[in-house]
């Protein structure tokens, strides 16, 4: 019997042990990654706390750092004090009362928090509420409560109703009952609910994700955005998170008399610091704002810092994963001066009225622009863009897989068989039939329903013959690490990675591409225009324009910089010079709603299977 | 005794379609003990909650010292409760708990310091200051709820079953303290039992309540003695209760016989009912007495034996210290003074 | 205790405005068409009958299929390692509980993305199966890093309930069925398993509801062709932009995890009539 149970006893040891190594391995190595000395996510070259430095020295991860503690405190404790009363006022309620809001608490528990982000994203744009703080906070506020309700209510119901009777007839008005016995008695549950809370508010991503806006972000959302350029930045912040929530957890489970003893001056504490943080935080603004909404990881920090510094003002910066995402914020009523949008979205926003033409008086630097990227028809005149990077889309490749002649297939290579299982597609609808349409050789604009089947075919064949991957921005991390033998990507990405990996190679099938031009717009919401195209001004600036490139990788609009840098840092990167004016490419055009469904449904079908 | 200290006059409670409380007349006097006393259910609780302020009755008035306080708050209340199960306060300890209304009167630390004190070697845990309310035992708990009320110095303390949850030995020790504790201060109980013992051994008056409705209100003697219906006197002790008839003034029949008897002033022939406490009744030889019947049953216990005799109308019960052997025929021997005639009521 | 009924009206309010006037439009929003503008707004019930279009019963099935498969091995891998945590002291049991917990207080997306180091083409794992000489797999893409990725998530959502139901059984009553002849996996199967039902109900509750509604992590470990349902409302509402198809697809969402709550919450209940019922007829 003793031997036995050894034995088990080893058996249980091993199989909680194998379990904890699956829960913990991605949290250590999170932390590990973090003191990575190069910018690997998978191969460890040396210790140092560079990513560190980066984290501290990026405002715009401190600010959400900020936004995540401040709406995590002020949601716990409103959530709090909400869930506690509703939960003490529940248990003598009339039972229809009761039922009502218990229902009411287990749809908000119960429904996915996708479902609670459109409601509240629905609600909050439909009574034109401003996007950002505010609305991030109620929406908190919103999800916690209810999870305060079900913490505190079942310690209500524990209680002896003769004890607030008990309370008031000594003496205690029915306040006094509440504040100096109630609550006391129900200190487990609320405490159960604080920390419910608190961490539900500071993990949350998908319902801030909807309900945000104004350059108002959280860790979440940034690490979201982060996406596009993994660095171990991210690592450093998830290990700070990861070491605060553990130290806090282990404080309130493990000790928790001292924390009970203590109650009263932490809140102290943490009163005071909320609002220091406030006071610091309201310091930082005044003056002059300028509201720039880009797309993630898409100009280099520090010049805007200079920016500031030098027009003594404050930008306010706030980042979208896609255009797309971008046009639901703006329709949806977030505000900004300035967005960065693509070509056919710029198109788009015109035709729906939502830019203002930009006074090119005031943007002497535009000298410098490239003439062959103006005039592009998405805005013919440039009345309302500023270009700020270019490119097209074309295939990278891995020099030491793919063999030069098979390049001559063009788009076709994505369906030689030869490389099957080697090919990441973009996850872009356009993009994936633009490529579709003209290895078919259609315009990439084309209405024709029949040749968008034929098209929709293509994709379709090619996803069940070749296993591709439908990649986000995730490709570029990919293609350093040379997970894949071929991708297809934006050709700034492509001369980011090539820099990264010299066995990647750029190419725009003959077929014909897409001509891409970002730029920089002015929406009629914008409060200082003269502010906004001192900013453009600014990025248009050589030298400004240099860094930028250099930091980002794409190609600069502005010729003498994509001159110098295609002989100079980007030496040998044939990504770095798209080979603009190719006869078949085309830029994209604006879609009516009909053919964008279309589209959008045809999409969802091929990746869908 | 005779300076009322609370009046209550036509006190009605409703809960929905549902009357608890039909109309209370009550007068209670200074440093009295006064018990309600009634089955669960009769609105014992609910009068004492509407003294004590934590329900509002939904008609007639509650005077205090001639003032109508029913629409005043509990806690402005000079009146303090000692609950069903305590309700003591167990994030606090012994201290704190006894000290928690004399705080919040805001009054003077050195002061309160003093008379928790002084209330806790009045309830004798003078020792127990410090410790957690929790680890006490039952009558200690008890203890300490008294002097949580006590301290405040009220005129009144109330007291709901405080006994109920304690077993019968404890039960006998706190009946006994409460009694000395009552006189050592000085000031008005209100004390709810559903217990008839406890009721007649504590009081200065009961008030045996049923219904809603006060049935009698007397000392325990009275209430005992001279029960004014048949409600009373089952509820009180063991009877037999005899439906009789008013012959005339000092004559009552029942069982085929008339009996003199002390009571007066019914009707000639007025249906009464008759109650004969079953130690008042004598066994005698079968041809010393009118009414006969045979021994059905005889159970010890203890102090006396219980016997059933078995009579031509009706089994009467009677508590005797002698022994009879059951099947025996024997007479059924009681006085005049034994005999209480009441009004007869008509139970729906 | 009546004093308090008035402090639910905040809260009554509060409810009312941000958590029913949101569903209300949801609602409102699937049965329409006009888009964003409330200007033409028309009904329809177009919304609901696109959704049978066969590729979106295929997302539908795709989330079910997921859903069940990760529910499953949540419970499989969750109830052994609540059962095997009851064997410990009380003290170990706390720790090791509190270990189980401290995941799922740490973000999501920050345990995914430390999954795609690890299961990329030459990820962490890689790597270390090349230490054997084992060839590199390709893990990311596929249902593999899916499962993977939403099971380490919602695990301790299966552990704790199930934990919590076996920890408070009585220890007599195993004793008893010892007693009663009943060996080691006899005892099991009618004592502890049958008692930690309400435990196992819960667990599969909260997995099923997170599995069935996310989206963030196929997104990250599927890559863009992982479409579930939770995909397909946020694609129709950041890319798409059509609110009125996504707001119908929430509504079936909403619909299946309420009809799977209420199944799951109806066997329980028979479960325990069942119950109740035996121990009366005994």
């Given at each position: 019997m003793q031997r036995t149970n050894k034995r088990s006893k080893v058996l249980y040891i091993l199989y909680i042990a194998v379990l904890f190594v699956f829960f913990y391995l991605p949290i250590v190595v999170t932390m590990v990654f973090s003191f990575n000395s190069s910018k690997s996510l998978t191969h460890m070259t040396g210790f140092s706390f560079r990513w560190y430095e980066r984290l501290i020295n990026d405002g715009s991860i401190m600010k959400a750092v900020y936004v995540s503690l401040t709406v995590a405190l002020f949601a716990t404790v409103i959530s709090t004090i909400l869930g506690t009363i509703t939960a003490i006022g529940l248990s003598k309620n009339k039972k229809i009362v009761k039922d009502v809001i218990m229902n009411i608490n287990n749809i908000t528990i119960m429904s996915p928090d996708i479902v609670t982000a459109i409601g509240l994203m629905i609600l909050f744009s439909s009574i034109m509420m401003a996007k950002g703080y505010m609305t991030m906070l109620l929406a908190h506020i919103a999800f916690c409560t209810p999870y305060v309700v079900t913490a505190v209510y079942p310690k209500v119901r524990q209680l002896d109703p003769a004890i607030a009777d008990a309370a008031m007839d000594l003496g205690a008005t029915p306040f006094q009952a509440l504040i100096k016995v109630i609550i006391p008695m129900l200190k487990d549950g609320i405490y159960a609910g604080i920390l419910l809370a608190f961490t539900m508010s500071f993990d949350d991503f998908v319902i801030s994700y909807f309900v945000t806006g104004n350059g108002v972000e959280n860790i979440s959302i940034i690490v979201y955005n982060m996406t596009k350029r993994t660095n171990p930045t991210i690592n450093a912040l998830s290990t700070i998170v990861i070491l605060t929530i553990a130290i806090l957890i282990v404080i309130s489970k493990l000790v928790p008399s001292v924390l009970r003893k203590h109650m009263k001056k932490l809140l102290a504490v943490a009163g005071v610091l909320l609002v220091g943080l406030a006071i610091f935080a309201g310091t930082r603004s005044g003056g002059r704002t300028l509201r720039i909404y880009n797309?993630?990881?898409?100009?280099?920090?520090e010049l805007i810092e200079e920016f500031e510094a030098e027009y003594d003002c404050k930008v306010v910066y706030e980042t979208f994963d896609s255009n797309e995402s971008m046009y639901t914020k703006i329709k949806s009523g977030a505000e900004y001066d300035i967005l960065i949008p693509s070509d056919y979205m710029i198109e788009r926003l015109i035709k729906e009225e939502f830019l203002q033409p930009v006074n090119w008086n005031n943007i002497p630097n535009a000298k410098g622009l490239n003439k062959e990227i103006m005039g592009m028809p998405y805005d013919p005149d440039n009345t309302y863009s500023v270009p700020y990077f270019v490119g097209t889309v074309g295939i990278l490749y891995d020099t030491t897989i793919v063999d030069e002649k098979d390049l001559s297939e063009g788009w076709e290579l994505l369906r030689d068989e030869k490389y099957k299982g080697q090919v990441y597609m973009y996850d872009s609808e356009r993009d994936s039939f633009m490529i579709a349409l003209k290895a078919n050789g259609y315009s990439m604009n084309t209405e024709d329903y029949g040749e968008i089947e034929e098209a929709y075919r293509w994709l379709i064949e090619q996803r069940d013959s070749m296993d591709v991957v439908y990649a986000g921005d995730d490709v570029i991390d990919n293609m350093i690490s040379g997970n894949k033998a071929l991708a297809v990507v934006y050709s700034g990405d492509g001369a980011y990675i090539m820099v990264e990996n010299e066995n990647m190679d750029y190419f725009e099938p003959e077929q014909g591409t897409n001509e891409w031009c970002d730029a920089m717009v002015m929406t009629k919401d914008c409060r200082d225009e003269e502010l906004a195209e001192a900013f453009m001004n600014y990025m248009l600036d050589p030298e400004v324009a240099e860094r930028n490139s250099v930091f980002v990788g794409y190609t600069s609009p502005v010729s003498c910089v994509a001159d110098t840098l295609a002989a100079t840092e980007f030496e040998g990167i044939s990504a770095y010079v798209p080979n603009f004016g190719a006869p078949k490419n085309e830029a994209f055009g604006y879609q009516e709603m009909k053919l964008k469904q279309h589209f959008a449904d045809l999409w969802t079908k091929v990746k869908a299977y | 005794m005779n300076d009322a200290l609370i009046e209550l006059r036509g006190l009605s409670k409703n809960y929905e379609d549902q009357q608890v409380l039909k109309g209370i007349d009550l007068t209670i006097h200074r440093n009295e003990f006064l018990t309600l006393l009634g089955p669960s259910g009769c609105g014992k609780t609910t009068t004492l909650r509407i003294i004590a302020g934590f329900e509002e009755p939904s008609g007639g008035e509650v005077l205090f010292d001639g003032i109508d306080i029913s629409k005043i708050p509990s806690h402005k209340r000079e009146v303090n409760t000692v609950f069903q199960k305590y309700a003591l306060f167990p994030f606090l300890n012994v201290y704190d708990n006894v000290a928690f209304g004399l705080k919040l009167k805001k009054m003077d630390e050195t002061m309160i310091d003093h008379k928790v004190k002084h209330m806790l070697s009045l309830i004798g845990l003078s020792d127990y200051a410090k410790r957690d309310v929790t680890s006490l035992s039952g009558g200690q708990q008890q203890r300490v709820a008294i002097a949580r009320a006590l301290v405040n110095e009220p005129k009144v303390l109330l007291l709901d079953e405080p006994l109920g949850a304690l077993d019968a030995k404890l039960r006998k020790g706190m009946q006994i303290e409460l009694k000395k504790i009552q006189r050592e201060v000085g000031i008005t109980f209100i004390f709810v039992t559903h217990d008839q013992e406890e009721a007649l051994s504590m009081s200065d008056t009961v008030v045996v309540m049923n219904e809603g409705i006060i049935q009698q209100v007397g000392t325990p003697e009275d209430i005992y003695n001279e029960p004014e219906n048949r409600f009373v006197a089952s509820f009180i002790g063991e009877s037999n209760i005899i439906e009789a008839v008013m012959k005339q003034d000092l004559l009552v029949s029942f069982d085929g016989y008339d009996f003199p008897c002390v009571d007066k002033g019914f009707k000639t022939n007025e249906d009464v009912e008759v109650v004969i406490r079953p130690e008042d009744i004598d066994i005698v030889k079968p041809e010393d007495a009118k009414l006969k019947g045979v021994v059905k049953s005889i159970i010890f216990k203890g102090v006396h034996h219980e016997i059933v005799v078995e009579a031509e109308h009706r089994n009467y019960l009677i508590h005797t210290t002698d022994y009879f052997e059951p099947g025996l025929v024997v007479g059924l021997s009681f006085g005049p003074d034994d005999i209480h005639v009441m009004y007869r009521m008509d139970w729906e | 205790m009546k004093h308090y009924n008035k402090l639910v009206r905040p809260y009554l309010i509060w409810s009312v405005l941000i958590i029913l006037v949101p569903i209300i439009m949801i609602v409102l929003y699937s049965v329409?068409?006009?888009?964003?503008?409330?200007?033409?707004i028309s009904f329809t019930l177009k919304n609901f009958t696109k959704i049978g279009e066969p590729i979106y019963l295929e997302v539908l099935k795709k989330s079910l299929v997921l859903g069940f498969v990760s529910v499953s091995i949540c419970l499989v891998l969750g109830y052994i390692l609540a059962y095997f945590i009851t064997k410990f002291k009380d003290s170990v049991q706390d720790l090791l509980i509190l270990l189980v917990t401290i995941p799922m207080w740490i973000n999501t997306l920050l345990r995914t993305y430390a999954w795609i180091s690890l299961l990329s083409d030459n990820g962490l794992i890689n790597s270390f199966l090349g230490l054997f000489g084992m060839d590199a797999k390709t893990f990311m893409y596929t249902d593999f890093a899916v499962v993977i990725g939403l099971v380490s998530d919602i695990l301790p959502f299966m552990v704790i309930p199930i934990h919590t139901s076996i920890r408070k059984i009585d220890r007599s009553l195993i004793e008893a069925a010892q007693d009663l002849g009943a060996d080691k996996v006899q005892t099991f199967m009618k004592v502890t398993l049958k008692m930690s039902i309400p435990g196992v109900i819960n667990g599969v509750m909260m997995t099923f509801l997170l599995s069935i509604s996310t989206f963030v992590i196929p997104k990250l470990l599927g890559g863009g062709q992982y479409m579930l349902i939770g995909n397909l409302i946020e694609n129709q509402f950041i890319s798409v932009g059509n609110w009125n198809f996504g707001s119908a697809i929430s509504i079936i969402l909403t619909a299946i995890i309420l009809i799977g709550l209420t199944l799951m919450k109806k066997f329980d209940r028979d479960d325990r009539e069942e119950e109740l019922e035996r121990a009366k007829n005994k």
């Open positions: 797309a993630g990881e898409y100009i280099d920090p | - | 329409t068409t006009g888009g964003n503008a409330l200007v033409n």
